[in-house]
Antibody, heavy 118, light 110 residues
Framework: EVQLVESGGGLVQPGGSLRLSCAASGFTFSSYSMNWVRQTPGKGLEWISY????????YYADSLRGRFTISRDNAKNSLYLQVNSLRAEDTAVYFC???????????WGQGTLVTVSS | QSALTQPASVSGSPGQSITISCTGT?????????VSWYQQQSGKAPKLMIYDVSNRPSGVSNRFSGSKSGNTASLTISGLQAEDEADYYC??????????FGTGTKVTVL
């Protein structure tokens, strides 16, 4: 069974940083691309970033490029998202999702909540 | 990259069919057959329902179907059931190798 478990969320002050993690199991992690997606409270989904199976190809949403850094460790079956210079508008649930056919996100974790507030 | 445009809400009675539209541009929806649809029930993670415009993953009911014409994709739910009540999001691959989601549609079963 495919499982994705995010961690690392919490309360952080404006201007602070966080590193989110996603632990993958139930599939060959090194064979799949991965994505980060976020959802602000009561609002819609926003795609953040993609990383290919080997990490050689990385893409970011134009509006978020610069403060967000995606990475992966295939030896640890883990995906990461480093977020710097956090703002109130970054408050959201952050999901990791496995990359499927046709640029899809075919499996999702349950998400980790990041709250940016003083 | 702007979000794809979806109606905020769509409703229907049990057994009816409803259609949700998803409008983008030639740089996303219109340019690629990489449109997907997700169902998100309250408090849960999204679930992939349609990929590559009209394909269903294993286990997804054949009451869900997808199509595309020009820059607009559509999701049709036939034989609407109470369990279909959820938020639905479209997504597309884009010209910049990125992905973009739609604004989301709340489906209400009357």
């Amino acid at each position: 069974e495919v499982q994705l478990v995010e961690s690392g969320g919490g309360l952080v002050q404006p201007g602070g940083s966080l590193r989110l993690s996603c632990a993958a199991s139930g599939f060959t992690f090194s064979s799949y691309s991965m994505n980060w997606v976020r959802q602000t409270p009561g609002k819609g989904l926003e795609w953040i970033s993609y990383i290919s199976s080997t990490g050689s190809n990385i893409y970011y949403a134009d509006s978020l490029r610069g403060r967000f850094t995606i990475s992966r460790d295939n030896a640890k079956n883990s995906l990461y998202l480093q977020v710097n210079s956090l703002r109130a508008e970054d408050t959201a649930v952050y999901f990791c999702a496995r990359g499927g056919v046709g640029a899809t996100c075919d499996y999702w974790g349950q998400g980790t909540l990041v709250t940016v507030s003083s | 990259q702007s979000a794809l445009t979806q109606p905020a809400s769509v409703s229907g009675s049990p057994g009816q069919s409803i259609t949700i539209s998803c409008t983008g541009t030639s740089s996303d929806v219109g340019g690629y057959n990489y449109v997907s649809w997700y169902q998100q029930q309250s408090g849960k993670a999204p679930k992939l329902m349609i990929y590559d415009v009209s394909n269903r993953p294993s286990g997804v009911s054949n009451r869900f179907s997808g199509s595309k014409s020009g820059n607009t994709a559509s999701l049709t739910i036939s034989g609407l059931q109470a369990e279909d009540e959820a938020d639905y999001y479209c997504s597309s691959y884009t010209i910049n190798n990125t992905r973009v989601f739609g604004t989301g549609t709340k489906v209400t079963v009357l």
